[in-house]
């Protein structure tokens, strides 16, 4: 089994960059996926194979991996940013799936 | 329109039983992976379980040994047993499709609320 890393919380004053990290000894070998959860709602793919973004996701949300951490940047955060977001991974098989414990970005 | 509802959550007793199912349309479950993903209240998202378009499925250890997961085809649902259920199985349930290529999930359900407690 592993692990993914996440800081628990992290605010943002409208406009400005929000940076959300995870880390994992995993994450050199394995792809890493982003999803947004707002209160109430179910996930939303945000972010997939470390840096792609699916279509209808916002321009301002991109990503960018380092050795065992990954980081998906929010650029010029609009209230509506203000959400739950778990990265996620998985071993080389598919055999068993792992998300991270969630960053909860506040937007001032 | 493409979408996962699920439906089947419930209170139920500790030791108890429950089936979730999920009904997909716009697309089949038998051609993509599925997997569920449970939420306990106010805490973080769980891998459960998932179940490959060749038929393999994979469980989380928390729930070996308790949980199977299927599909049906023809109805074009995916479903999960649950027994021997437990306080900490308490949550809501997603079912999600996996995305094309590696092992993440692009189409998530709005989820059920399974409660287990006497």
């Known amino acids: 089994s592993f692990e993914l890393t996440q800081p628990p919380s992290l605010s943002v004053s409208p406009g400005q960059t929000a940076s959300l990290t995870c880390s994992g000894d995993?994450?050199?070998?394995?792809?890493v996926s982003w999803y947004q959860q707002r209160p109430g709602q179910a996930p939303v793919l945000v972010m997939y194979?470390?840096?792609e973004r699916p279509a209808g996701i916002p321009a301002r949300f991109s990503a960018s991996s380092s050795g065992t951490t990954v980081t998906l940047t929010i650029s010029g955060v609009q209230a509506e940013d203000e959400a739950d977001y778990f990265c996620?991974?998985?071993?080389?098989?598919?055999?068993?799936?792992?998300f991270g414990s969630g960053t909860k970005v506040t937007v001032l | 329109e493409v979408q996962l509802v699920e439906s089947g959550g419930g209170l139920v007793q500790p030791g108890g039983s429950l089936r979730l199912s999920c009904a997909a349309s716009?697309?089949?479950?038998?051609?993509?992976?599925m997997t569920w993903v449970r939420q306990a209240p106010g805490k973080g998202l769980e891998w459960v379980s998932i179940?490959?378009?060749?038929?393999?499925?994979h469980y989380a250890d928390s729930v070996k040994d308790r949980f199977s997961i299927s599909r049906d085809n023809s109805h074009n649902t995916l479903y999960l047993e649950m027994n021997t259920l437990r306080g900490e199985d308490t949550g809501v349930y997603y079912c999600?499709?996996?995305?094309?290529?590696?092992?993440?999930?692009?189409?998530w359900g709005r989820g059920t609320l399974v409660t287990v407690s006497a």
């Open positions: 194979k470390d840096t």
């Open positions: 716009g697309f089949s479950v038998s051609s993509n992976y």
């Open positions: 999600a499709r996996g995305g094309p290529g590696d092992w993440y999930f692009d189409l």
């Open positions: 995993v994450l050199p070998q394995q792809y």
């Open positions: 996620q991974s998985a071993n080389s098989v598919g055999t068993y799936y792992v």
């Open positions: 179940i490959y378009s060749g038929g393999q499925w």
